[in-house]
């Protein structure tokens, strides 16, 4: 019994913070054998949880998207409090968005497991997490990272700071780097294989560099380099390592260079300002090195702003819909339109989509904006059948966040009979990149949609690559036409490709709307080709609900399907 006992109180204590019950429960069945297990069913109370048991928790399991607090939330707050620097973060998703492991690494967390659970990967995972934190406790004061040679986390950022305060006039730069999916790379090839290329590449870094002042390691695979500063066009730009050995190609390195730092900044967000330039090229294939500037830091903190007012912002539908009208040439009247979101602020007046749904479909907002959305727009179907008005199908636009909601059908379903909407009447519109982010999940659920009556449109269609294999797997409606095959024909008087795509949805039986139109000439061309719908200034821009109504009146039948 003694023993037993013994080992008990060796057990580390794991919060568990998921909104799903069965999730949760499923944690607890695989951990119990070896942590004691803190429970918490959303963020905020994983928050009091976490505010009681700060000094006993050796690891957060903190899942991504739950109501109340996200994951997002709890990352924010948990930064702002010190107690907790020492508690290890690994987040819980099942989602493949790369913008979400950067947002989530960058508020503080120390990994990823992927839904659903490989028990071992993850209970691997968890013990490396709680190893590194407990050795790093150990050793944060010492100067010298045991596995590089260069200096700890915590000295680096102290003899940085000393070297600014002592040399004020000395101008200095700051290079980071980062190894691209490492925490993959670490599973595939092992912590030794990984452990030999991170010592490789610090080699490399400490004999290459020109004006090395400091090197220090950061982060797990993150390094720090204080130079002596060198204008922009002194720097190598092809000069990421490779652990000095073809061996480690298959590792990639990315660097960020904040050059002339400023001096009253603290190391800390001397760095951030490096990573934040490795986190702007972490989008774009094949780059490998960015400068920081200030219009990143800049960015960084309008998004900021924008997500800290979004969740009141709906709450006060400051989301406005505006409705393009679709006309159609068979019967020379509004036959359908487009819903389009715009954001009015009071403090910052008209914020471009182009602003903010990017932003929100990083963040996974996105998703609470779109239905948000499609009961606007059911309520205004329902309001203008009621009154007398004529109705006329909407497309909605649909996120790729969307469709990680496994029951979206049935959801968008619930919404229309909520208000006696026909499901004809609301279209679902998406972009066939969407498709090839998960292209089972995405075809399930639009046939789920699409057997229960909503027509499915597929946008932008010939915008860049167009697959016939994405086009004959889904279940779609309508193809609408990208308006640079419109503004291509009206350029070179060409109007072959256009005429192919509409041959092409002719023969799929699909109907076919062409963005972008703005003159007669146009308009006159496309009903030659038989092309079905049109969308663009030439008819109408997107109007505010009641300028659309009375568009409708002067332009549409009472009843009009699609």
């Known amino acids: 019994m003694g023993n037993k006992n013994e080992g008990m109180q060796r057990k580390r204590t794991v919060l568990v913070v998921e909104d799903n019950d069965m999730n949760r429960e499923i944690l607890l069945e695989l951990l119990a054998d070896d942590y004691h297990v803190l429970e918490a069913e959303n963020g905020a109370a994983g928050l009091e949880l976490l505010d009681r048991h700060s000094d006993e928790i050796a690891l957060v399991l903190l899942d991504v998207y739950m109501p109340e607090c996200d994951g997002f939330t709890f990352l924010e707050r948990k930064r702002k409090d010190p107690r907790y620097d020492a508690v290890p973060v690994i987040m819980m998703t099942a989602s493949s968005n790369a913008d979400d492991e950067i947002r989530c690494l960058e508020l503080g967390a120390s990994d990823f497991i992927t839904k659903p659970y490989n028990v071992e990967i993850m209970k691997n995972r968890m013990k490396s997490v709680i190893r590194l934190r407990e050795s790093s406790s150990m050793l944060g004061r010492l100067e010298t990272d045991s596995l590089t040679g260069l200096h700890s986390k915590e000295y680096f950022y102290h003899a940085v700071e000393k070297t600014l305060r002592a040399n004020p006039n000395e101008h200095y730069d700051i290079l980071c780097s980062d190894v691209e999916n490492f925490r993959v790379m670490n599973d595939r090839y092992g912590t030794a294989e990984c452990d030999r290329f991170l010592r490789a590449i610090a080699d490399d870094f400490t004999a290459c560099l020109p004006g090395l002042v400091l090197g220090g390691r950061i982060g797990a695979d993150v390094y720090a380099f204080l130079l002596r500063h060198r204008e922009k066009d002194a720097w190598d730009e092809n000069m990421t390592p490779n652990g000095g050995n073809t061996h480690f190609e298959r590792f990639i390195v990315k660097l960020g260079a904040y050059i002339d730092v400023d001096h009253s900044l603290t190391a800390a967000a001397i760095c951030d300002r490096a990573t934040l330039a490795i986190a702007e090229i972490k989008k774009v294939f094949g780059a490998n090195f960015a400068f920081y500037d200030d219009a990143m830091r800049e960015q960084q903190l309008f998004d900021h702003h ?188 060409d109007y072959s490709i256009l005429r192919f795509a509409t041959l092409l949805a002719d023969g799929m039986r699909l109907k076919t709307v062409v963005e972008g139109v703005e003159t007669a000439e146009q308009v006159a061309a496309l009903k030659v080709l038989g092309c079905d719908y049109i969308q663009g200034y030439y008819f109408s821009k997107p109007l505010p609900v009641e300028e659309f109504e009375a568009y409708l009146k002067a332009h549409a039948r009472q009843e009009v399907r699609v």
Not at 333 to 354: C, D, K, Y
Not at 424 to 443: F, G, K, R, V, W
């Open 306 to 493: 924008l997500e800290q007012m979004m969740e009141s912002a709906l709450a006060e539908r400051q989301f406005v819909v505006y409705y393009q009208p679709k006309h159609d040439l068979h019967t020379d009247a509004t036959g359908g339109a487009e819903a389009l979101v715009r954001w009015i602020n009071p403090e910052l007046g008209f914020i471009s989509p182009g602003k903010f749904v990017p932003l929100f479909e990083r963040n996974g907002f996105i998703i609470n904006l779109d239905f948000y959305i499609w009961e606007e727009v059911c309520r205004e179907l329902r309001r203008c059948r009621e009154e007398g008005l004529p109705v006329v199908p909407v497309s909605v636009n649909v996120s790729r966040r969307d469709f990680e909601l496994p029951d979206l059908a049935r959801q968008i379903a619930a919404l229309a009979d909520r208000y006696g909407i026909e499901h004809a009447l609301l279209h679902i519109e998406l972009t066939e990149s969407m498709y090839s982010d998960n292209p089972e999940q995405i075809a399930r659920t639009l046939a789920d949609l699409h057997s229960n009556g909503f027509y499915i449109e597929l946008d932008d269609f010939g915008a860049g690559y167009s697959s016939l294999t994405s086009l004959n797997t889904l279940q779609l409606d309508v193809m609408k036409i990208d308006m640079s095959l419109i503004r291509h024909a009206t350029a070179t008087n």
